[in-house]
């Protein structure tokens, strides 16, 4: 079925690597990606969003990539910090105005130092 | 702004209590979420609003289950009769646009003995 899903759902680097974090999705109608951050107790954290009509957008250390052709999304975590360790989810919104943003299931990154 | 205000923080009950979670969305935001996160099925919907009219609620596991919003600024997701398979963190969101970034609250960690 449709789904948002992530290629693995653990990640350990050593700090100061850069970090890749990928997502696949399934329906091309999808317009809009959402990148979020959860860290231990916390709720997930907006990090950086692209929308369908960009390949690529950069934030603070953070670069989100999207292939709409296989329909891949990443997000690259440059010069990986230990305060980067966390749930990582990708979420999609499929096109349709006023409805819900469909999450992934999660990456953990582990960053050791 | 304070952000997405959720309370309480952290709930323990005993099976068959009534348990009432309760969220103050960000001013502004007409779009308001009930998530609910466990480590075997993720983050799931729960149920949204818009303008305080409950969209879907496809989400809401049984008739145990109810949300209501009687204003823009405060919603409660209330659970009764409460069973051990309810405990979970449940998050409540908002945001200014159905498909648009979602903002969370912290959480409120519930446990039912």
């Known amino acids: 079925g449709e789904s948002v899903g992530l290629h693995l759902p653990t990640l350990s680097v050593q700090e100061g690597d850069n970090s890749i974090i990928n997502c696949a999705y399934s329906?091309?109608?999808?317009?809009?990606f959402i990148w979020y951050k959860q860290e231990s107790g916390k709720g997930p954290q907006f990090i950086i969003d692209?929308?369908?009509?960009?390949d690529k957008r950069q934030g603070q250390r953070v670069t989100v990539l999207l292939n709409k052709t296989v329909k891949h999304l990443s997000l690259q975590i440059a010069a990986t910090q230990p305060g980067d360790s966390a749930v990582y989810f990708c979420?999609?919104?499929?096109?349709?105005?006023?409805?819900?943003?469909?999450f992934g299931k999660g990456t953990t990154l582990s960053v050791s130092s | 702004d304070a952000g997405v205000i959720q309370s309480p923080r952290h709930e323990v009950t005993e099976m068959g209590q009534e348990v009432t979670l309760r969220c103050k969305p960000i001013?502004?935001?007409?779009?308001l979420f009930w998530y609910r996160q466990t480590m075997m099925r993720g983050l799931e919907l729960l149920i949204y609003?818009?303008?305080?009219?409950?969209?879907?609620d496809s989400g809401m596991p049984e008739d145990r289950f109810s949300a209501k919003m009687p204003n823009a600024s405060f919603s409660t997701l209330k659970i009764q009769p409460s069973e051990p398979r309810d405990s979970a963190v449940y998050f409540c969101?908002?945001?200014?646009?159905?498909?648009?970034?979602?903002?969370f609250g912290p959480g409120t960690r519930l446990l039912v003995l």
């Open positions: 609003f818009n303008n305080n009219v409950p969209i879907d």
């Open positions: 329906n091309s109608a999808s317009d809009y």
């Open positions: 692209i929308r369908s009509n960009m």
């Open positions: 969101a908002s945001s200014p646009g159905g498909g648009g970034t979602q903002y």
């Open positions: 001013s502004g935001h007409d779009y």
């Open positions: 979420a999609e919104n499929r096109g349709q105005a006023g409805t819900a943003l469909i």
